[in-house]
């Protein structure tokens, strides 16, 4: 709990503080936003307030409120509030506040509660040293993360705490945090307006972060000073905040992107699905996102190669040479210019008819050679540079007949045509008409 001297102590701090630190809520009431994780009667809410809290990881993007949650709770509980860092702290840190957690609850009955910040980044020996400790509760683990935890966190560690997942902050969120830091006497304290256009540029560019619509909002602070001396604002000579200086501040929007987590897989994963489905303004929009992220231009032109054969395949051949070329094109080329190539792969893909005839049907035919039994090569078809070939029946050499097709046997006994390939559209679906055509000619000029 917050005692007098820790109170004189914040206060000095926040002076030279930046202001997201400044506005940090102190209590459950000045929180906004996550509904869903600690709106009223959640249980996160009411583990805060009653004091009853037991393990739990808070895991969301920047700036969504997982540090001011355990900033909350040091702030609330009547136990004992410690703080280990995931990068520099060690397995013997980690051992000696635990050691002193047993002697505390021990000598006074009294909780400990360890909060640690980016979690993922604890070793696996590292998370291996809490498990005991969390276990039996001798302290209760807060841990914050921006990584999927069900990936990066020992399961172990997992099945001990509860996973409570905070979202982007709703534009509504945003505003309000903004114009709570405008007016508070911890904030802006009332020296500055904001008008509409100032409030809606300085949302846009969050992006649903918080802490960078704070910042935001005092670097063009800083910008709307004529001399750039804070003196020059005070509540009864305010200075207004104009869009103009927010976009001076903030001379290029950056939306979150994260090369190695959630982020990066679910962005890859919006752009796969959008040219299965054939939306080439959503398919420029996610390669926009990844281009401007700095993300690897090779590694976007394999997934259109595999778009290519995966969702497109026979149906328009042609896609999967487009996106070949595209590929050489990152890789010879490079950032700026191959993001044209991409576009103009990754567009292509979009338009093309669709088929996945050419997975589904390899993937039936594993799951036969796999689970089926042994199945042999119909003589027809084997090898005649051996003993006793004479014995195999004949091999009808398709050219020798007038389509170039001859009716005979190609599958082992027990399979036949059509088991594994199913044409669907374009090129693929011409091409079987065509050959049954043919096949109903040949089948003709044989008989």
Same mark, same amino acid.
């Given at each position: 709990?917050?005692?007098?001297?820790?109170?004189q102590? $914040?206060?000095?701090?926040?002076r030279?503080?930046?202001l997201a630190?400044?506005?940090?809520p102190?209590? @459950?009431a000045?929180?906004?936003?996550?509904?869903r994780a600690?709106?009223?009667?959640?249980? &996160?809410?009411?583990?805060?307030?009653?004091?009853?809290?037991?393990?739990?990881i808070l895991?969301?993007?920047?700036?969504?409120g997982k540090?001011?949650l355990a900033?909350?709770?040091?702030?609330t509980?009547h136990?004992?509030?410690?703080?280990?860092s #995931?990068?520099?702290g060690?397995?013997?840190?980690?051992?000696r /506040?635990?050691d002193a #957690?047993?002697?505390?609850?021990?000598?006074?009955g009294r909780r400990?509660?360890?909060?640690?910040?980016?979690i993922?980044?604890f070793s696996r020996?590292?998370q291996?040293?809490?498990?005991?400790?969390? /276990?039996?509760r001798?302290?209760?683990l807060?841990g #914050?993360?921006?990584?999927?935890p069900?990936?990066?966190?020992?399961q172990?560690?997992i099945?001990?705490s509860?996973?409570?997942?905070?979202?982007?902050l709703?534009?509504?969120?945003?505003?309000a945090l903004v114009r709570?830091?405008?007016?508070?006497?911890?904030?802006?304290?009332?020296?500055f307006?904001?008008?509409e256009a100032?409030l809606?540029e300085?949302v846009t560019?969050?992006g649903?972060?918080g802490?960078?619509?704070l910042?935001?909002l005092?670097?063009?602070s800083?910008?709307?000073?004529p001399t750039?001396?804070p003196a020059?604002a005070?509540?009864a000579?305010?200075?207004?905040?104009?869009?103009?200086?927010?976009?001076e501040?903030?001379?290029?929007?950056?939306l979150?992107?994260?090369?190695?987590?959630d982020?990066?897989y679910?962005i890859i994963s919006?752009?796969i699905k959008? @040219?299965r489905?054939s939306? !080439?303004?959503?398919?420029v929009?996610w390669?926009? $996102?990844?281009?401007d992220?700095?993300?690897?231009p090779?590694f976007?032109a $394999?997934?259109i190669?595999i778009?290519?054969?995966?969702?497109i395949?026979?149906a328009?051949?042609?896609a999967l @040479?487009?996106?070949?070329a595209a590929?050489?094109a990152a890789?010879?080329?490079?950032?700026? /210019?191959?993001?044209?190539?991409?576009?103009?792969?990754?567009?292509?893909n979009a338009?093309?008819?669709?088929s996945?005839?050419c997975?589904a049907?390899?993937?039936?035919a594993l799951?036969e050679?796999?689970?089926g039994?042994?199945r042999?090569v !119909?003589?027809n078809?084997r090898?005649?540079?051996r003993?006793g070939?004479?014995s195999y029946g004949?091999y009808?050499?398709?050219?020798d007949y !007038?389509?170039?097709?001859?009716?005979?046997?190609?599958? !082992?006994?027990? &399979?036949?045509r059509?088991?594994?390939?199913?044409p669907?559209r374009?090129w693929e679906?011409?091409r079987? /008409?065509?050959s049954?055509r043919d096949?109903?000619?040949g089948?003709g000029?044989?008989?």
């Amino acid at each position: 709990m917050e005692n007098l001297f820790s109170a004189q102590e $914040r206060n000095k701090r926040n002076r030279n503080a930046p202001l997201a630190v400044r506005m940090r809520p102190q209590t @459950m009431a000045d929180y906004v936003g996550q509904e869903r994780a600690v709106g009223e009667g959640s249980w &996160l809410r009411r583990a805060i307030e009653h004091d009853t809290l037991s393990s739990v990881i808070l895991y969301g993007p920047a700036g969504t409120g997982k540090t001011t949650l355990a900033r909350i709770i040091a702030n609330t509980t009547h136990a004992e509030f410690v703080e280990v860092s #995931a990068v520099t702290g060690t397995v013997k840190d980690l051992r000696r /506040e635990i050691d002193a #957690a047993d002697r505390r609850l021990l000598s006074s009955g009294r909780r400990t509660i360890l909060f640690v910040d980016e979690i993922h980044r604890f070793s696996r020996s590292q998370q291996d040293a809490l498990l005991h400790a969390v /276990e039996n509760r001798t302290v209760v683990l807060v841990g #914050a993360t921006t990584e999927n935890p069900y990936f990066e966190v020992n399961q172990a560690l997992i099945s001990r705490s509860r996973v409570v997942e905070l979202e982007p902050l709703q534009d509504e969120d945003v505003r309000a945090l903004v114009r709570r830091a405008v007016e508070s006497k911890d904030g802006l304290a009332g020296a500055f307006t904001l008008d509409e256009a100032a409030l809606n540029e300085i949302v846009t560019l969050a992006g649903g972060d918080g802490r960078a619509a704070l910042t935001s909002l005092e670097l063009a602070s800083q910008m709307a000073l004529p001399t750039g001396d804070p003196a020059e604002a005070s509540p009864a000579h305010p200075l207004a905040i104009t869009a103009k200086h927010v976009l001076e501040a903030n001379p290029r929007a950056g939306l979150a992107y994260d090369k190695s987590g959630d982020m990066h897989y679910d962005i890859i994963s919006a752009f796969i699905k959008s @040219m299965r489905g054939s939306d !080439p303004d959503a398919v420029v929009y996610w390669l926009a $996102r990844m281009i401007d992220a700095g993300e690897d231009p090779k590694f976007i032109a $394999r997934r259109i190669m595999i778009c290519a054969s995966e969702d497109i395949g026979n149906a328009d051949p042609q896609a999967l @040479m487009v996106a070949e070329a595209a590929f050489k094109a990152a890789e010879v080329i490079g950032y700026p /210019e191959c993001r044209i190539n991409l576009a103009q792969a990754a567009i292509y893909n979009a338009l093309a008819p669709k088929s996945n005839a050419c997975e589904a049907s390899i993937d039936a035919a594993l799951r036969e050679v796999r689970e089926g039994p042994r199945r042999e090569v !119909p003589n027809n078809l084997r090898d005649r540079h051996r003993p006793g070939s004479e014995s195999y029946g004949p091999y009808l050499y398709p050219h020798d007949y !007038p389509t170039g097709w001859v009716e005979q046997q190609y599958l !082992p006994d027990g &399979l036949h045509r059509g088991d594994f390939w199913h044409p669907t559209r374009g090129w693929e679906s011409w091409r079987i /008409e065509a050959s049954a055509r043919d096949r109903a000619e040949g089948a003709g000029g044989h008989q």
